[in-house]
């Protein structure tokens, strides 16, 4: 797989306040996770991609207006759900989540349930989670209603888009409906708590004496 | 699990989780295993309920502790060196993205029965009651002699050569009073006993260099503590495993390490076999292949705030040098609280610890205890530190060391890299992860 080129997506110089938010995937195995966030982020698309291979995380930015930029770190889970081995640190201090199913398998809506049911457990009560129904370019497959999922997402308070990391379709309306649901209002702070990296701690690649602890 | 893989990993301690990153990034096909449900092994960060499943067998966590999720206890007590080997590993291998570190507040000694701060810089030295003024004098001598001393360089000798020379000359050349040489040996060089004075000086010397190096990094102590507790340090390497292509297992018992005309080759869990042509796992894993060399008890204590005559630091190291306690070994209080979400804002975690010496252990750390104040609750485990009998070379099986008494992970990386060249042969070079540094900079719009 090439991964050099460009994303033709959105590369805005950030503008006024930028805001880094820590994104999660979650949901079943092959359900097209790494395709939303390689389509998000370097709009490409690899019918035969296999798992996540060497990246830590990808990051996009989402100029919200002339004032606002988001900056989305997204967080794949490199196959660690496969066994039911994802690490808690996997979502702690996630301040978004995309929970992925796929519209040709029913199985993994139970499956994106029960994540969002673990989310609400265990990450931050403030996280804006995002339910993706995609492959919605396999319509004739199809087993998953519209109706259905949008049923249970409004009741579960969640944002929905039916996707397709193949066609793009909704893919860039998935994220940039996240960045809006962001409660940016509320953070004073353009690099609020637990959501720059180091922000808080001691950058071990910097070689200084600089402490950045504000306490 | 019925397939080959080139690597098993059995357990998600630290030392697995490193081996286990720096192999899958070289391109092996690694499968990593553990018994239990959570990540770290022995040097895994407990919630209240897991913890008191552990030492309590099963009890409800007692209720005006606070929530479950606020809680994050280290089963062993360390702090990473500044300036040390798991640092550079960290950053090598950009595991650092993954966590947030935060500096250990101080750095303590216990001394005639006071409390004394471990000079952190010119002016805490100057100021400091653990030495007079002329020992003061002396000392500085001592440490210009160790800054400038360079082994492949003779003229910086004058005219010792430390290869040779044991540390005790080394202390009786510059005449240093029997507390200064308790301080430096123990709070400074960290030997947990006396024996290196026999030893040749270089040991120690480089010791001592860490020590003021990652001082000299970030000011304040030498130490280094990971937000969310130790256990993120195999958590981070698990997910570079897996990032390049480390299957993870958790929650897996295993029932047969399985050989063939005296090789491994594979791993049986019920009636599944996963095949492989080398096994790395601690020594739970393997108890017919290790031996016991020492027996360390710990004991977590919860407390109500910052111990006593401390500062009201929110973490620290505290060194009681053995010769303080008439003792062989010295005792170490690691402590820990809120700030860096190990547990709620109303507690603090301390873990006394010390290498076992006599049959009443518990006696042994009484007076690491009685330095704590208040203890609000008490966990306490006797452990067997277990190394491995053979080099794992004929078999293929290569056993680590259980995590020693030190409090810092030092011997952790050694072990690591002896484990990395006896399994492929070759000494751990440890490259800059450049292709996702690049990657970085080109989503960063660059």
């Given at each position: 797989?090439?991964?050099?080129?460009?994303?033709?997506?959105?590369?805005?110089?950030?503008?006024?306040?930028?805001?880094?938010?820590?994104?999660?995937?979650?949901?079943?195995?092959?359900?097209?996770?790494?395709?939303?966030?390689?389509?998000?982020?370097?709009?490409?698309?690899?019918?035969?991609?296999?798992?996540?291979?060497?990246?830590?995380?990808?990051?996009?930015?989402?100029?919200?207006?002339?004032?606002?930029?988001?900056?989305?770190?997204?967080?794949?889970?490199?196959?660690?759900?496969?066994?039911?081995?994802?690490?808690?640190?996997?979502?702690?201090?996630?301040?978004?989540?995309?929970?992925?199913?796929?519209?040709?398998?029913?199985?993994?809506?139970?499956?994106?349930?029960?994540?969002?049911?673990?989310?609400?457990?265990?990450?931050?009560?403030?996280?804006?989670?995002?339910?993706?129904?995609?492959?919605?370019?396999?319509?004739?497959?199809?087993?998953?209603?519209?109706?259905?999922?949008?049923?249970?997402?409004?009741?579960?308070?969640?944002?929905?888009?039916?996707?397709?990391?193949?066609?793009?379709?909704?893919?860039?309306?998935?994220?940039?409906?996240?960045?809006?649901?962001?409660?940016?209002?509320?953070?004073?702070?353009?690099?609020?708590?637990?959501?720059?990296?180091?922000?808080?701690?001691?950058?071990?690649?910097?070689?200084?004496?600089?402490?950045?602890?504000?306490? | 699990?019925?397939?080959?893989?080139?690597?098993?990993?059995?357990?998600?301690?630290?030392?697995?989780?490193?081996?286990?990153?720096?192999?899958?990034?070289?391109?092996?096909?690694?499968l990593h295993m553990d018994r239990n449900d959570y990540y770290g092994g022995e040097s895994a960060s407990l919630n209240l309920s897991q913890l008191f499943k552990k030492f309590r067998d099963g009890?409800?966590?007692?209720?005006?502790?606070?929530?479950?999720?606020?809680?994050?206890?280290?089963?062993?007590?360390?702090?990473?060196?500044?300036?040390?080997?798991?640092?550079?590993?960290?950053?090598?291998?950009?595991?650092?993205?993954?966590?947030?570190?935060?500096?250990?507040?101080?750095?303590?000694?216990?001394?005639?029965?006071?409390?004394?701060?471990?000079?952190?810089?010119?002016?805490?030295?100057?100021?400091?009651?653990?030495?007079?003024?002329?020992?003061?004098?002396?000392?500085?001598?001592?440490?210009?002699?160790?800054?400038?001393?360079?082994?492949?360089?003779?003229?910086?000798?004058?005219?010792?050569?430390?290869a040779i020379t044991p540390m005790d000359a080394v202390y009786k050349h510059f005449a240093l009073e029997a507390g200064t040489i308790d301080f430096i040996g123990h709070a400074l060089a960290l030997?947990?006993?006396?024996?290196?004075?026999?030893?040749?000086?270089?040991?120690?010397?480089?010791?001592?260099?860490?020590?003021?190096?990652?001082?000299?990094?970030?000011?304040?102590?030498?130490?280094?503590?990971?937000?969310?507790?130790?256990?993120?340090?195999?958590?981070?390497?698990?997910?570079?495993?897996?990032?390049?292509?480390?299957?993870?297992?958790?929650?897996?018992?295993?029932?047969?390490?399985?050989?063939?005309?005296?090789?491994?080759?594979?791993?049986?869990?019920?009636?599944?076999?996963?095949?492989?042509?080398?096994?790395?796992?601690?020594?739970?894993?393997?108890?017919?292949?290790?031996?016991?060399?020492?027996?360390?008890?710990?004991?977590?204590?919860?407390?109500?705030?910052?111990?006593?005559?401390?500062?009201?630091?929110?973490?620290?190291?505290?060194?009681?040098?053995?010769?303080?306690?008439?003792?062989?070994?010295?005792?170490?209080?690691?402590?820990v609280s809120a700030s860096h979400n190990v547990c709620d804002k109303d507690h603090y975690l301390a873990i006394v610890s010390t290498v076992i010496e006599t049959e009443n252990p518990q006696q042994?750390?009484?007076?690491?205890?009685?330095?704590?104040?208040?203890?609000?609750?008490?966990?306490?485990?006797?452990?067997?530190?277990?190394?491995?009998?053979?080099?794992?070379?004929?078999?293929?099986?290569?056993?680590?060391?259980?995590?020693?008494?030190?409090?810092?992970?030092?011997?952790?990386?050694?072990?690591?890299?002896?484990?990395?060249?006896?399994?492929?042969?070759?000494?751990?070079?440890?490259?800059?992860?450049?292709?996702?540094?690049?990657?970085?900079?080109?989503?960063?719009?660059?």
């Amino acid at each position: 797989m090439s991964n050099s080129r460009q994303g033709a997506t959105q590369q805005p110089q950030p503008a006024g306040k930028l805001f880094q938010f820590k994104l999660v995937l979650l949901g079943e195995s092959a359900v097209g996770k790494s395709s939303l966030v390689l389509r998000f982020v370097k709009d490409q698309f690899d019918d035969f991609r296999e798992s996540t291979i060497g990246a830590a995380f990808l990051t996009q930015t989402i100029c919200l207006d002339d004032a606002t930029t988001v900056k989305f770190e997204i967080w794949d889970t490199a196959g660690q759900e496969r066994y039911k081995s994802l690490a808690p640190m996997y979502y702690r201090n996630a301040n978004c989540a995309v929970v992925v199913y796929d519209i040709t398998q029913s199985s993994s809506l139970d499956k994106a349930k029960s994540w969002v049911k673990e989310l609400q457990r265990q990450a931050d009560p403030n996280i804006v989670i995002a339910l993706a129904g995609n492959k919605s370019d396999l319509s004739a497959r199809r087993v998953v209603e519209t109706e259905e999922a949008q049923a249970y997402a409004d009741e579960a308070g969640l944002l929905f888009f039916e996707t397709s990391a193949k066609t793009a379709t909704n893919v860039n309306e998935l994220f940039t409906s996240i960045a809006k649901k962001m409660p940016l209002d509320m953070l004073a702070n353009p690099r609020p708590r637990g959501t720059g990296l180091n922000a808080r701690g001691v950058d071990l690649n910097r070689d200084s004496k600089e402490v950045g602890c504000a306490c | 699990m019925d397939e080959q893989y080139d690597v098993i990993v059995m357990g998600t301690g630290l030392t697995e989780c490193i081996l286990s990153g720096l192999l899958s990034i070289e391109g092996k096909k690694v499968l990593h295993m553990d018994r239990n449900d959570y990540y770290g092994g022995e040097s895994a960060s407990l919630n209240l309920s897991q913890l008191f499943k552990k030492f309590r067998d099963g009890e409800a966590p007692t209720a005006n502790l606070g929530k479950d999720r606020d809680y994050n206890v280290d089963l062993i007590p360390k702090f990473m060196m500044a300036n040390g080997e798991l640092v550079k590993i960290l950053t090598h291998t950009d595991v650092t993205r993954y966590l947030e570190f935060k500096l250990v507040a101080g750095s303590y000694v216990y001394r005639e029965g006071k409390i004394a701060k471990v000079p952190a810089t010119e002016m805490e030295a100057v100021r400091s009651p653990l030495m007079g003024l002329f020992e003061k004098r002396r000392a500085k001598k001592f440490f210009e002699y160790v800054q400038t001393y360079r082994q492949e360089d003779p003229t910086t000798h004058q005219g010792m050569d430390m290869a040779i020379t044991p540390m005790d000359a080394v202390y009786k050349h510059f005449a240093l009073e029997a507390g200064t040489i308790d301080f430096i040996g123990h709070a400074l060089a960290l030997h947990l006993e006396d024996s290196y004075l026999s030893r040749p000086a270089l040991e120690t010397f480089e010791r001592i260099t860490l020590y003021m190096s990652s001082m000299a990094r970030w000011g304040k102590s030498p130490y280094l503590y990971p937000l969310y507790g130790l256990g993120e340090l195999p958590q981070g390497f698990a997910r570079l495993s897996a990032i390049y292509g480390g299957t993870y297992m958790l929650d897996k018992p295993v029932d047969e390490i399985v050989y063939e005309d005296g090789k491994v080759v594979g791993v049986r869990s019920g009636s599944e076999t996963a095949k492989c042509t080398q096994v790395i796992c601690d020594p739970s894993y393997a108890p017919d292949k290790v031996h016991k060399v020492a027996r360390v008890i710990r004991a977590i204590c919860l407390l109500r705030g910052p111990i006593p005559n401390t500062d009201g630091v929110d973490s620290f190291q505290l060194i009681i040098p053995q010769n303080q306690v008439q003792r062989q070994n010295d005792i170490y209080i690691a402590g820990v609280s809120a700030s860096h979400n190990v547990c709620d804002k109303d507690h603090y975690l301390a873990i006394v610890s010390t290498v076992i010496e006599t049959e009443n252990p518990q006696q042994e750390i009484e007076p690491g205890l009685a330095l704590l104040g208040p203890i609000v609750d008490k966990f306490v485990s006797i452990v067997d530190i277990c190394e491995p009998v053979h080099n794992g070379t004929k078999d293929q099986v290569f056993v680590s060391k259980s995590y020693d008494a030190t409090s810092h992970f030092e011997t952790v990386c050694d072990d690591v890299k002896d484990l990395y060249k006896r399994i492929t042969g070759n000494d751990l070079v440890l490259k800059q992860r450049l292709t996702q540094e690049e990657e970085q900079k080109e989503m960063a719009g660059q």
